[in-house]
């Protein structure tokens, strides 16, 4: 087929990306150098919200919550989702099973994840608040910050874990049985095998999982609203929850520069990814 009837398979999707990407984003580039106070009514300032936002320290206090979240979740999800992927049967009804329970948090949506973590935790009626409560162990989400982080982090892991798990199998289904054969006749120990069999089927969807989850888990913000709006004495006031204030404010010029901030966050973070992903075949 002619590149140029390629191109046109591609078009339907290029003009999509355009209206719901492209378009957005320069509207929301344009938005950012004005003061808004109805979308007729704008005040142009320029590059002040650009200046305001990244000389504020409250915006590195921010990124730095978010990045830590982000490192604490991805170091706590990858392992505990490698070694479930390695239990998971290859075969056989439970396989199946597994897979599906992995998945059922996943459609789970997101405004909902708070209020099942936040009944759970309840002191009367909740189940792990009433297993606290008989062991005499107080669990304050509300005033302590590191019951507030536990509670998030778990939320985060029961939320993505089996994301990572049943990416983490798909690699290991793809491994042919004579890989396993040659091991047992070269007496490869368990570690050897994982490092030199296992490891290598998984690592490119789990670099990929790895990029997903980490833009994920640093804009997270409907689950970390839900729980505590950022609180206590905003411990758990990550990037996207000073974005949600400047919106539900109608600080539409500020939301903008921040969104435009975040965005170059984005491209920086993927641009990373792709270098590091093409080092790494060169390597190989």
Not at 7 to 36: C, K, N, R
Not at 80 to 93: D, F, S, V
Not at 103 to 129: E, F, K, Q, R, Y
Request: aromatic share 14%; charged share 10%.
């Amino acid at each position: 087929m002619p590149a140029t009837r390629l191109w046109l398979l591609l078009l339907p999707a290029i003009l999509t990306m355009v209206l719901v990407g492209v378009i957005p984003l320069f509207i929301v580039f344009e938005y950012s150098f004005y003061d808004i106070f109805t979308l007729d009514s704008r005040v142009w300032v320029g590059g002040h919200w650009y200046v305001d936002l990244l000389t504020s320290a409250r915006f590195y206090e921010s990124f730095l919550r978010s990045l830590t979240f982000s490192l604490v979740v991805l170091g706590l999800q990858f392992p505990l989702g490698i070694c479930i992927a390695l239990m998971i049967p290859r075969e056989g009804p439970f396989r199946t099973s597994t897979l599906i329970l992995l998945a059922l948090p996943l459609v789970v949506p997101w405004n909902m994840i708070p209020i099942i973590w936040l009944s759970l935790v309840d002191i009367d009626t909740g189940m792990i608040g009433i297993a606290l409560n008989r062991m005499n162990l107080t669990f304050d989400y509300k005033f302590n910050a590191i019951h507030t982080w536990a509670l998030i982090v778990a939320m985060d892991t029961w939320h993505w874990i089996g994301l990572v798990a049943i990416l983490a199998y798909s690699g290991l289904a793809s491994i042919s049985p004579s890989h396993y054969q040659a091991a047992s006749i070269d007496q490869a120990s368990r570690w050897q095998v994982f490092r030199w069999i296992q490891f290598p089927a998984m690592r490119n969807v789990l670099l990929m999982a790895l990029l997903l989850r980490f833009m994920d888990s640093l804009m997270i913000y409907t689950e970390a609203f839900g729980i505590n709006a950022g609180g206590p004495a905003a411990a758990t006031a990550f990037l996207t929850l000073d974005l949600g204030e400047e919106m539900r404010g109608f600080d539409y010029g500020p939301a903008a520069a921040r969104s435009m901030i975040y965005f170059v966050m984005t491209l920086f973070v993927v641009w990373v990814f792709l270098r590091s992903s093409a080092a790494q075949r060169r390597h190989d």
